[in-house]
């Protein structure tokens, strides 16, 4: 028998680690080419690394949440034949000359790309106790990407018991929609009054520690000063409402983001600072001409900023269907590297969630971001009486080494303008 070697791919220009997030294999499991080994990230983008040949697992070179340089070696397989070959990046494998049985063949392990499926025969489905037929294989380790996976553990579900519809009984987000509509729920708490002692340790990895470091580096290095205005949306809000009921078929429904976004543009003409970037390393602030929004998103796997690009050259039905477009990437995992980096600011909203006030944390090495709070209906003295308004609280942040307190309320205060009065919104600058 020989010995095939799976380095760690080159799974971006300029990255020279990853972290692995997820195992699909241990030693002695049996794999067939194609089959996904494992999953790694770098910059909040998970790729996911097949199997370029069959055989039998012998080692793994690394444990869930360990950092891996690109090129070292990640899994040894033992295949039919003699010697030893070598999976690299960016070749495909080369079978070992016999009369070099002490040398070795560099080939290349080819990257998954997120939707390529692992293709691996199927046993005869064994009956789970809830009747759902589950395969040999998969009674022991569930085929499915890492944001399944967290959308399962959050719903309290066991994958295994969910039956997938695509190759190798692969679990899709729809196979797990369909498994929660038919009424799984999540384990019920053991019934009476106990106390409880045991303690859950959970291994920070993949990209919850990369938010962890995020956080960790805005709050640490900018100095955040955090400033709050309430916004009348009553006017804006009727007019969302009769664009979205003259929309074409094809035109998406609008939220308040694309407004907000629009308004930035406009507000941002007026003050440039607030789009800008700060490496305080160099001491070098980047005022962009450009703006590019970053959109925090809340995903099954944790929090992402996907970013609309060029939103200054984006009208509101542009900025909508873009918005739709990124958010729906980044839910399903498939964001690419280049959507998820380069803001230039940032909104964070938690829509109905959004609560009165909160102080958002800077996305470094921005300057800026805004806060939208949820809309609520408020008694307002008009002069003369109380009327009910539609208000909304903005909570924006800045960073106070590049942001004046001054500055910052001008450009709120620029931004409260253009919501309040939405058509200047559309006047050309």
């Not at 791919?9 to 195992?23: F, I, Q, R, Y």
């Not at 080819?110 to 293709?119: E, L």
């Not at 045991?198 to 919850?208: C, N, P, W, Y």
Request: net charge negative; hydrophobic share 45%.
């Amino acid at each position: 028998m020989g010995e095939f070697v799976i380095k760690m791919p080159d799974v971006g220009e300029g990255v020279a680690e990853a972290e692995l997030v997820e195992w699909h294999i241990k030693p002695g499991d049996p794999v067939r080419e194609d089959m996904i080994l494992a999953a790694v990230m770098t910059d909040k983008a998970t790729v996911e690394i097949p199997s370029p040949v069959n055989g039998t697992v012998l080692w793994l070179g690394a444990e869930i949440g360990d950092t891996v340089a690109v090129k070292a070696p990640l899994v040894r397989i033992e295949i039919a034949g003699e010697g030893e070959a070598t999976a690299a990046l960016d070749e495909k494998p080369v079978a070992k000359k016999e009369e070099k049985p002490a040398g070795k063949a560099e080939t290349v392990a080819p990257v998954a790309k997120p939707a390529q499926p692992a293709k691996v025969e199927l046993k005869t489905p064994a009956p789970a106790a809830n009747g759902v037929h589950v395969s040999p294989e998969r009674l022991e380790k569930a085929l499915a990407s890492p944001a399944v996976r967290q959308r399962a553990r959050d719903s309290g579900v066991d994958l295994r018991q969910v039956t997938g519809s695509g190759p190798a009984g692969r679990i899709s987000h729809d196979d797990l929609d369909q498994f929660l509509a038919r009424g799984a729920q999540p384990a019920a708490a053991p019934a009476g009054l106990a106390r409880k002692t045991a303690v859950d340790e959970i291994k920070v990895t993949g990209l919850r520690r990369r938010i962890a470091e995020k956080m960790t580096l805005s709050t640490s290095r900018i100095p955040h000063i955090t400033y709050v205005e309430e916004v009348d949306m009553t006017a804006l809000e009727d007019l969302r409402t009769m664009m979205n009921r003259d929309r074409k078929p094809d035109q998406p429904k609008l939220t308040i983001l694309p407004y907000l976004m629009r308004a930035l543009v406009r507000a941002i003409a007026d003050l440039p600072g607030v789009n800008s970037t700060f490496d305080d390393g160099a001491g070098i602030i980047s005022r962009h001409h450009a703006v590019h929004i970053g959109i925090a998103t809340q995903t099954p796997a944790g929090l992402t900023v996907p970013v609309v690009r060029h939103a200054e050259a984006r009208g509101i039905w542009d900025c909508a269907v873009e918005l739709n477009r990124l958010a729906e990437a980044a839910r399903t995992g498939t964001a690419t590297r280049d959507e998820l980096t380069g803001s230039t600011i940032t909104i964070s909203s938690l829509g109905a969630l959004g609560g009165i006030v909160s102080t958002p944390v800077i996305n470094h090495p921005e300057v800026a971001i805004v806060g939208v709070n949820k809309l609520a209906i408020r008694p307002v003295w008009d002069g003369t009486q109380f009327v009910p308004r539609k208000i909304m609280n903005l909570s924006s942040s800045f960073d106070h080494r590049v942001i004046d307190g001054w500055d910052a309320a001008t450009f709120v205060q620029r931004l409260k303008t253009l919501l309040e009065t939405p058509a200047l919104i559309f006047v050309e600058a």
